[in-house]
Every structure is written in structure tokens, then in C-alpha cells.
């Protein structure tokens, strides 16, 4: 209706809906197109950035492609306002099912009483997060998976370790050494949903 009150022409902008991969293809691939914007995967941004670049005529690729968003928490502000810090983190790790594009799934947090007094309040406040349903099957099941992952790992601490079923997303919290974590690359992939990992520092000078 804006469009039309507007006096623009029809097919200033179209909506089409699909589940398949073929779809987003074929319109990448149509020599209409002349530039393509997308949030998401990295696997699937990258899919689609080769295909605008193997056109007979290439074409600009604008992606915003797995993010973790880390946050890095100053000792100071954790004294400070810590308790704070850790329930707004709750909040936006858990909005939508955690499928913000913006959604921080990192704090590096320094080690001592102040950091661990975080972390608890940080998995109290999970706790009272309801399960959320997902937009899609695959990314419900690629939620879980990321979960694996990070079970799969013997130095990543299980802080609040749910289970989530079908289309449904439950919040967890893990922790682990920042040694541990720079040296698994896999450990710093984005988890896309209400998943978040502590690392934790020895110093603020030790951020990785």
C-alpha cells in the first residue's frame, strides 16, 4: 500500500517465500539482479558470494555472516555493576531464541570472586527463561548441534546444560579457560541461538 500511495512502479519491491535452496539461487542468478544483501550463515553467505561471483557478470555481495559478538567485561565494571552486566546479557542472549543477528554469545570475563559471582547470576537468570521456538526446523537442529559441540569439549564447563526438542530453543551457559579457547578455533563459531560461552581471563591484559 505505501508503494502504491507513493506512485512507485509495480516491482520496486517483491516479496517471495521459500524453504529451498534453489530459490535463493535463481534469483542470485538472474541477470536482474544487480547487488545482494544477506544475514546468516557463513556456509550459506559464502554459497551465495560465489555465485554472484561467478556471473558472467558479477555483481556486489553485502553480508552481515555469523557473528558472536564477543563482550569484553573490565574488571571495574564487573565490580561495579556486575550483577547488572550478567542479567541485561541474559536478556539479549535470549531475546528471539537468541536469533538476533546482534546476539553477544561471548563474555571474556576475568577470573576471581567477581567473575564467578557473574557467571551464577548469569545462570540464574537463564533458568527463568521459558524454551522458544525457533524459526525453522534447520535452525533448531543446527542449535542442537552447536550444543554438541560445545558437550563434546572435556576444558568447556557446563554452567546451565538444557535439552531442547523440535522447534523448541532452551538457554545454555557454558564456561571455559581462555587457553582452552584460543586454542580451538571451533569454540569461537557462532552458536546461532541462546547459547553463551564465558571466557575466562586471568587479567584484564590477558583478553584474548
Known amino acids: 500500500a505505501a508503494i502504491l500511495s507513493c506512485n512507485l ?6 516479496l517471495i517465500q521459500g524453504g529451498r535452496r ?6 542470485v542468478t538472474n541477470p536482474l539482479i544487480k547487488a545482494v544483501g544477506f544475514t546468516g ?6 554459497a551465495l558470494f560465489d555465485l554472484c561471483a ?7 555481495f553485502f553480508g552481515e555472516l555469523g557473528s558472536v559478538n564477543p563482550m569484553f567485561i573490565l574488571p571495574e565494571a564487573l565490580s561495579a555493576r556486575g550483577e547488572g552486566i550478567a542479567r541485561g546479557w ?8 537468541g536469533q538476533f543477528c546482534t546476539n553477544p554469545g561471548i563474555a571474556v570475563v576475568p577470573a576471581g570472586a ?8 548469569m545462570a540464574e537468570a537463564l533458568r527463568a527463561v521459558a524454551p522458544q521456538v525457533m524459526l525453522t526446523e534447520g535452525i533448531a537442529r543446527a542449535y542442537r548441534e552447536g550444543k554438541a559441540r560445545f558437550d563434546s569439549r572435556n576444558a568447556v564447563r557446563p554452567v546451565l546444560a538444557t535439552e531442547s526438542l523440535g522447534r523448541e530453543a532452551s538457554p545454555n551457559l557454558y564456561e571455559v579457560p581462555a587457553e582452552a579457547f584460543m586454542a580451538d ?22 583478553m584474548p
Open 90 to 97: 541474559a536478556g539479549s542472549l535470549t531475546m528471539g531464541a
Open 9 to 14: 512502479p509495480s516491482g520496486v519491491f517483491s
Open 185 to 206: 578455533h571451533a569454540l569461537s563459531e557462532e552458536v546461532f541461538g541462546p547459547l553463551g560461552l564465558v571466557v575466562r581471563v586471568a587479567s584484564a591484559e590477558d
Open 41 to 46: 550463515s557463513l556456509a550459506g553467505g559464502r
Open 22 to 27: 534453489d530459490v535463493g539461487t535463481a534469483l
Open 54 to 60: 561467478a556471473r558472467p557478470e558479477p555483481i556486489p
Open 114 to 121: 567477581a567473575g564467578d559471582a557473574f557467571v551464577a547470576t
